[in-house]
């Protein structure tokens, strides 16, 4: 525990400062070579807008917190559960963080100049996925975000955690509805046959 622990702990902090500037740069390299955003936020005040700036929130308070706990002690304020804060819950959580930005590469490569974050405007060219890991699930990138929501879960063992889980998670699990209407509204017989044959998640 008195290596694992700290080792967890700097790596948290380290880990979702890499995510904010790997998804920072992607997004401005592709705006570069582009010459449009690939981020939709939707219409201010529609479910899927709220559900950006939702995640966007719960992003940065995360981000802040790891930052912090590498020099500050806040388990305190934040609820660890003490009988989950053990060295095994804890590398595994790490773990679970490193296959899920693992599989959320691995998904955006393969996407490639399809992958769109939010739901795109019908004038854009981005074309209907039925191959590869869509072949198995109709939102492998969203399983994969929740992967490593939970293991920031179990990396962090606490209250705040469990509530960025379950918040994560509804999000998710509400902007995958709202993305599954606007893939029938804009492929049509297409999505409806391909729906029939894959299934949501697993």
């Given at each position: 525990?008195?290596?694992?622990?700290?080792?967890?702990?700097?790596?948290?902090?380290?880990?979702?400062?890499?995510?904010?500037?790997?998804?920072?740069?992607?997004?401005l390299g592709l705006y570069a070579r582009m010459g449009f955003s690939h981020i939709h936020y939707g219409a201010r005040g529609k479910a899927t807008w709220w559900h950006r700036h939702i995640f966007n929130v719960f992003r940065a308070a995360i981000l802040l917190v790891c930052l912090a706990r590498i020099f500050v002690d806040l388990d305190g304020w934040l609820g660890v559960f003490a009988w989950l804060y053990h060295w095994p819950v804890l590398l595994a959580g790490a773990v679970l963080l490193l296959a899920s930005f693992s599989a959320v590469n691995y998904l955006q490569a393969y996407m490639h100049e399809d992958?769109?974050?939010?739901?795109?405007?019908?004038?854009?060219?981005?074309?209907?996925?039925?191959?590869?890991?869509?072949?198995?699930?109709?939102?492998?990138?969203?399983?994969?975000v929740m992967t490593g929501q939970l293991g920031f879960f179990l990396a962090l063992p606490s209250v705040f955690s469990l509530v960025c889980l379950v918040a994560g998670v509804l999000v998710i699990t509400r902007q995958a509805k709202e993305e599954e209407k606007a893939l029938a509204q804009r492929f049509g017989q297409d999505y409806e046959v391909y729906r029939a044959k894959v299934p949501l998640w697993f």
């Amino acid at each position: 525990m008195d290596l694992i622990e700290p080792a967890v702990r700097t790596f948290l902090g380290i880990f979702f400062l890499m995510i904010g500037l790997q998804f920072s740069a992607r997004t401005l390299g592709l705006y570069a070579r582009m010459g449009f955003s690939h981020i939709h936020y939707g219409a201010r005040g529609k479910a899927t807008w709220w559900h950006r700036h939702i995640f966007n929130v719960f992003r940065a308070a995360i981000l802040l917190v790891c930052l912090a706990r590498i020099f500050v002690d806040l388990d305190g304020w934040l609820g660890v559960f003490a009988w989950l804060y053990h060295w095994p819950v804890l590398l595994a959580g790490a773990v679970l963080l490193l296959a899920s930005f693992s599989a959320v590469n691995y998904l955006q490569a393969y996407m490639h100049e399809d992958w769109r974050s939010g739901i795109a405007p019908t004038a854009d060219k981005a074309r209907l996925l039925t191959q590869g890991p869509y072949s198995r699930s109709r939102n492998p990138l969203f399983l994969a975000v929740m992967t490593g929501q939970l293991g920031f879960f179990l990396a962090l063992p606490s209250v705040f955690s469990l509530v960025c889980l379950v918040a994560g998670v509804l999000v998710i699990t509400r902007q995958a509805k709202e993305e599954e209407k606007a893939l029938a509204q804009r492929f049509g017989q297409d999505y409806e046959v391909y729906r029939a044959k894959v299934p949501l998640w697993f």
